[in-house]
């Protein structure tokens, strides 16, 4: 059971360049998040999904454009990168309903770097 | 704003002691959990506590919860080397999505 899995892990872009981080869980949830983690800063909320085909704005969602097509995948978007994008991205996923009173899974994290 | 505020930022022991953490938090919460995350990983879900309780153990983990001073703390007794990790309080406000502090830093010495 791989859990939640993104890729990539590493990547670095210039600005203006665009790329999508994908996040894949096999756990049959149907929530997935996006967050990104800068040191002393803890996790910000970037966007979110409650089920296939519908997405919702985090905290910090500028910047940033999301897509749930299929159950499994919440992809990230960066349309034209920025420095203040250098950061480490989390997906999680929790079933759903049990958010009250569940936990979330964490992937691995993807090391973004614009330059 | 940050939800939750973890205090202190960084904590350094020796191992065998136990290691005390802080989290407050601004509105109202559902339940708050603790996740902890190894260098270079990402986080692990430790234990939640409902806002209907005030105290909750886990192993070596003991969490409390003080609606009323909007708190939390986490107490890792008889620490070890494995402990060294950085330890998040999220909380859920009913909004769908959990909302992280900013993390205690927690070294423990061998």
């Known amino acids: 059971n791989a859990g939640v899995t993104q890729t990539p892990k590493f990547r670095v872009l210039k600005t203006g360049q665009s790329m999508t981080l994908l996040c894949a869980q096999d756990?049959?949830?149907?929530?997935m998040y996006w967050y990104r983690q800068d040191p002393g800063m803890g996790l910000r909320l970037i966007h979110y999904?409650?089920?296939?085909?519908?997405?919702a704005k985090g905290e910090v969602p500028d910047g940033y454009n999301v897509s749930r097509l299929k159950k499994q995948n919440f992809l990230l978007g960066l349309e034209s990168a920025a420095p203040s994008q250098t950061s480490v991205y989390f997906c999680?996923?929790?079933?759903?309903?049990?958010?009250?009173?569940?936990?979330?899974?964490f992937g691995e994290g993807s090391r973004l770097t614009v330059l | 704003s940050q939800q939750g505020e973890e205090d202190p930022q960084a904590l350094s022991i020796q191992e065998g002691e136990n290691a005390t953490m802080n989290c407050s938090y601004k509105?109202?919460?559902?339940?708050l959990q603790w996740y902890r995350q190894n260098s270079g990983r990402g986080l692990v879900h430790l234990i939640l506590?409902?806002?209907?309780?005030r105290e909750k153990h886990s192993g070596r983990l003991r969490v409390t919860l003080d609606t009323s001073k909007k708190s939390s703390s986490l107490l890792i007794t008889a620490s070890r080397a494995a402990d060294t990790a950085s330890y998040f309080c999220?909380?859920?406000?009913?909004?769908?999505?959990?909302?992280f502090g900013s993390g205690t830093r927690l070294q423990v010495q061998p």
């Open positions: 509105t109202s919460i559902n339940n």
């Open positions: 506590i409902r806002s209907n309780e």
């Open positions: 999220a909380t859920d406000t009913g909004r769908r999505a959990l909302t």
């Open positions: 999680a996923s929790v079933p759903g309903a049990a958010l009250n009173t569940g936990e979330l899974f």
């Open positions: 999904s409650v089920g296939e085909g519908t997405t």
């Open positions: 756990m049959n949830h149907e929530y």
